[in-house]
């Protein structure tokens, strides 16, 4: 029997339209800047450029990923082609600690790829080990050399200026952190990837 909290979630996501989940002052997820008319377009960014959220701001916060609904929040239906996700880049010229996006919606049950660049002049080490220990890694590729693997790694690290497209496929829903090693305060690089059904 499902728990009653978990009924009446369900109760309220199916009778109420996508747009009531954004009624609190938060920004409706945006499609990607990436091919506007490609069906191929990639994971939904739930942030805005104007007003970033913070992870408590997110639709859906504190709730079970499994509780959400792809389709309610505008997330392509899933194909078999490999979609992109909207591009995180860490750090600037101007500012070592910006990053460009902090929250990401994948659907699961989707291959993707992702590009993560450095462009500040700071080691970056990019952790998120409960996500990567949920999806299966297809590849990284580095300056168009690949590395196969047979497990999740550890982190990502950047001692320079440069990209690395990550391929994978999500395997299940949940709300998963990831964030750049050793920065507190304002200088916390951190963020949230959300796989839902």
């Known amino acids: 029997m499902k728990p009653l909290w978990l009924t009446l979630m369900a109760a309220t996501l199916a009778f109420s339209p996508a747009s009531l989940a954004f009624a609190q002052g938060t920004a409706a997820p945006a499609a990607t800047e990436a091919d506007d008319d490609d069906d191929d377009a990639a994971a939904v960014e739930i942030e805005s450029e104007a007003s970033p959220m913070a992870p408590a701001e997110m639709p859906g916060a504190g709730m ?10 505008g997330l392509p239906k899933l194909s078999r082609s490999s979609q992109d996700i909207p591009p995180l880049v860490l750090g600037t010229d101007e500012n070592d600690f910006a990053v460009n996006r902090r929250h990401f919606v994948l659907r699961a049950g989707q291959a993707y790829r992702w590009r993560i660049s450095s462009q500040g002049g700071v080691e ?4 998120a080990p409960q996500f990567y220990r949920d999806v299966w ?8 050399l690949e590395v196969h693997m047979a497990g999740p790694p550890a982190w990502l690290e950047y001692d320079a200026k440069g990209t690395i497209q990550v391929q994978f496929n999500t395997i299940r829903p949940g709300n998963y952190k990831w964030y750049v090693e050793g920065l507190e305060g304002g200088q916390a690089m951190e963020g949230t990837i959300t796989v839902v059904p």
């Open 137 to 144: 890694f297809n590849q990284l590729v580095i300056s168009d």
């Open 124 to 127: 970056y080490k990019l952790h």
């Open 64 to 73: 079970p990923a499994s509780a959400l609904n792809g389709d309610q929040l």
